[in-house]
């Protein structure tokens, strides 16, 4: 017998120590949370098909960076080794201290498509400065000086 519950929100994600297990809580709109652990690999299940994600504009040919924005693994006749880049509504950050000594970024956190990846604390501190020093790049081409 299968029985259904509706879901709201997953929650706390985490791998242990040696990635193979992964725990996260789900939120329910009837039940309360409910703790889950599965082992990581099954996460790839939980991907959502390219066909149902709504299409996101393609960058202009020429564009800096030689990247494609769309939903499809498969863009212009392209296979899937092509960067493929989306556009996320919303992003959060979060710091896993005690438990993993890792930073969080995860974008489109309440969206089906959601992404998360956890850096070391270095990793983390480069990518801040190099996002600080892209945006800048970016900010300087719209108006023609260095910000």
Same mark, same amino acid.
């Given at each position: ?9 997953? *929650?706390?994600?985490?791998? !242990?120590?040696? =990635? ?6 789900? +939120?329910?709109?009837? =039940?309360?949370?409910? !703790?889950?652990?599965?082992? @990581? +690999? ?7 098909? @390219?066909? =149902? ?15 494609? =924005? +769309? !939903? ?57 400065? @190099? ?13 023609? *000086?260095? *910000?």
């Amino acid at each position: 017998m299968i029985h259904s519950i509706s879901v709201t929100d997953i *929650k706390n994600l985490s791998l !242990s120590a040696d =990635a193979k297990e992964a725990t996260f809580t789900l +939120a329910t709109r009837y =039940a309360g949370d409910l !703790s889950v652990t599965l082992p @990581a +690999a099954c996460l790839r299940n939980l991907k959502i098909p @390219a066909d =149902a994600v709504p299409a996101v504009p393609a960058v202009p040919a020429g564009h800096p960076g030689g990247v494609t =924005a +769309a !939903s499809d693994k498969k863009v212009n006749g392209k296979g899937t080794d092509d960067l493929i880049v989306s556009k996320p509504k919303t992003w959060m950050t979060l710091a896993d201290a005690k438990t993993h000594g890792v930073v969080v970024i995860v974008f489109d956190h309440r969206a089906p498509a959601q992404a998360g990846f956890a850096l070391a604390p270095d990793a983390a501190k480069e990518l801040a400065a @190099a996002l600080v020093k892209q945006a800048n790049t970016v900010v300087a081409g719209r108006t023609g *000086k260095e *910000k």
